[in-house]
């Protein structure tokens, strides 16, 4: 039976890693071993405290929706290491949010929102992270105009810039800034519905009320809502029948003067698909940029985090992270994650030693005093992989032209200032979906297969060396 159990927790891994990252699989999960389940009670082995509370306070609701597919009903325990020389463990009982909830109980997201429920405020999930707060959100110069409309919005919502409109790369913070938004103003408001919903929830949402034959319920449950936050707005494009109910709900609830959030990857004009009736109304209020962090900001971000976390680090360890990790914040915690898991795994100290051993997994930097440009960086993976530049930027899917074109993305997006956009455009007119997906697969393989760090390793020596 135990056997069982386990075969159940490593299908449960499995759920958990289909959903995440595998630079964040490789840093947590990876160490969470099965313990023991008798009557309810399920205990998970962690190799320290500090895996514990990033499960709780991350990873939460992933961890809940995966337990109560495989395991059912439980009361979640955790066995932590304490002494690695004795063996000496405590069990702690998870936190009630990690308790498991029956379906009756759980609010499950990816089903059509209910109008009659939850009438009362207080009683609205809204689907915030409490975690991104104003308190939280760190200031400098890329993004004190974006939080400052997000605090004056909190204050009279509706009455400032509706709707908002916050674009920047992907991890520069945006998602944390209308968490923050949200979560002040239903502090200064609590008679407020607040929700926020990411696009591509509100597209399943959407689909699942076709399904079932409710769309009037669901417009008319989003009518409902005070402030709306919708993230990535972006994934509507090319959705006629979405964007269609969007622009619907966008103009009731303008209408009524109700406080409209959204972000993106990039400023609605830039936004291909989008229909022009929403693309006139994305306009109307107001559009804040999220520029990439600056250093300076990604040295405050890394020391609120090493003082969060109760770290020793060195300032010239903390100066030489935020000096090579530019892409985005997201990256940032991701990589002071990581150094406190092989610490904790390796019973080793933070040292310039362990940074630069996990540097390579998390950002190819290159310093070249010669512009790389996208068409270098193609001349170069083409000669190297003897395939002319027509077959690279080709249709085709075949092995291996597909990888060899997602290490092209990845490269051109690390080593040049082209946006996703035009790296799309330059390779056949690819879409902005493809090559993220292409960017995100790349740097997951160069963290577990040799074959592509090795293949990163040549081209950047070979695009450098021109």
Request: glycine share 4%; with cysteine; net charge positive.
């Amino acid at each position: 039976m135990t056997t069982d159990y386990r075969s159940r927790w490593e299908k449960c891994r499995s759920i958990i890693r289909d959903n995440i990252s595998m630079e964040q699989y490789n840093t947590i999960f990876a160490y969470v071993e099965f313990g023991s389940f008798t009557e309810g009670k399920l205990v998970l082995c962690v190799p320290s405290a500090f895996v514990k509370d990033v499960i709780e306070e991350k990873y939460l609701h992933l961890m809940r929706s995966a337990l109560h597919r495989c395991f059912g009903e439980v009361s979640l325990y955790y066995r932590i290491l304490k002494d690695k020389t004795t063996g000496t463990t405590v069990d702690e009982e998870g936190t009630k949010k990690v308790a498991i909830a029956t379906p009756k109980q759980e609010h499950l997201a990816n089903v059509s929102p209910n109008m009659l429920g939850a009438s009362n405020p207080g009683d609205f999930n809204s689907q915030l992270n409490t975690s991104y707060n104003f308190d939280t959100y760190i200031e400098g110069e890329s993004n004190r105009l974006a939080r400052s409309v997000g605090e004056a919005i909190a204050k009279n919502p509706a009455k400032t810039f509706n709707p908002l409109f916050i674009f920047g790369p992907s991890g520069c913070g945006k998602s944390h800034l209308v968490n923050a938004i949200g979560l002040k103003i239903k502090e200064l408001h609590p008679e407020m519905r607040v929700l926020y919903v990411s696009a591509h929830l509100f597209m399943v949402q959407w689909t699942d009320a076709v399904r079932k034959n409710v769309r009037n319920d669901f417009i008319a449950f989003y009518q409902t809502i005070d402030v709306l936050i919708i993230d990535d707005i972006q994934e509507l494009s090319g959705k006629q029948d979405t964007q269609n109910t969007f622009f619907h709900i966008f103009n009731h609830l303008h209408l009524n003067k109700k406080q409209i959030i959204l972000t993106a990857d990039r400023p609605p004009i830039d936004i291909l698909g989008l229909e022009d009736r929403l693309l006139t109304r994305f306009k109307w209020g107001l559009q804040a940029e999220i520029e990439k962090p600056t250093k300076a900001l990604r040295y405050s971000i890394l020391k609120a985090k090493v003082t969060k976390e109760g770290l020793d680090i060195p300032d010239n360890i903390i100066s030489y992270i935020s000096e090579n990790i530019d892409d985005s914040i997201r990256d940032l915690e991701g990589f002071i994650n990581s150094l406190m898991a092989y610490s904790v795994v390796d019973s080793c100290d933070i040292d310039m030693k362990l940074v630069k051993k996990i540097m390579p997994r998390f950002k190819v930097k290159v310093r070249s005093e010669q512009a790389i440009t996208f068409e270098s960086i193609c001349n170069v993976v083409c000669e190297h992989f003897k395939i002319s530049v027509d077959t690279l930027i080709s249709r085709t899917r075949k092995q291996p032209i597909s990888y060899i074109r997602q290490l092209t993305m990845y490269l051109a997006n690390n080593m040049t200032e082209e946006s996703i956009v035009q790296i799309g455009k330059k390779l056949g007119g690819r879409n902005h979906a493809t090559i993220i997906h292409a960017i995100s697969n790349i740097r997951s393989l160069s963290t577990t297969d040799k074959r592509t760090r090795q293949d990163l390793e040549t081209l950047i020596e070979l695009i450098t060396s021109k």
